[in-house]
C-alpha cells in the first residue's frame, strides 16, 4: 500500500441514510457525497483522463426520466470502499492516480 499514489489530494467521503425527502416510499435511502473543495480540480482532471481510455470505458443501463425507461450508456465506474455504520452505510473514494505528471496537486 506504500506504492498507492491517490488521483486527489483529499478522499471523498460518502454515505448512505434515509431520504428524509421521500413522501411515497419510492426512493427511501439517499447517498450523499462530500468532495473537499481541494479535490474538485483534481477529481476532474481525472474523470477526463479516464474517460478517454477504453480500458475503463464500460457499459451500463441508467434511468431516462423523459421517456421513462431504463437506456444503455457508455460510462466509467468511480468505487470506493465502505462499511455499515450507527447511521448507515459510509465510507471514502480515493481513486488511484494515472500519470502523477499529469494528476499532480
Known amino acids: 500500500m506504500a506504492d498507492f499514489n491517490p488521483a486527489i489530494p483529499v478522499a471523498i467521503k460518502w454515505s448512505i441514510g434515509d431520504n428524509k425527502y421521500d413522501s411515497n416510499g419510492k426512493n ?7 468532495i473537499p473543495l481541494e479535490s ?12 478517454t481510455d477504453p480500458d475503463k470505458i464500460r457499459k451500463s443501463k441508467v434511468w431516462n426520466h423523459t421517456d421513462s425507461c431504463e437506456v444503455e450508456v457508455k460510462g466509467i465506474y468511480l468505487n470506493g470502499k465502505g462499511r455499515e455504520g450507527q447511521y448507515g452505510d459510509y465510507g471514502t473514494i480515493n481513486p488511484a492516480g494515472i500519470d502523477t505528471n499529469d494528476l499532480s496537486f
Open 28 to 34: 427511501p435511502k439517499q447517498v450523499s457525497l462530500f
Open 40 to 51: 474538485i480540480a483534481p477529481l476532474a482532471a481525472y474523470l477526463n483522463a479516464i474517460a
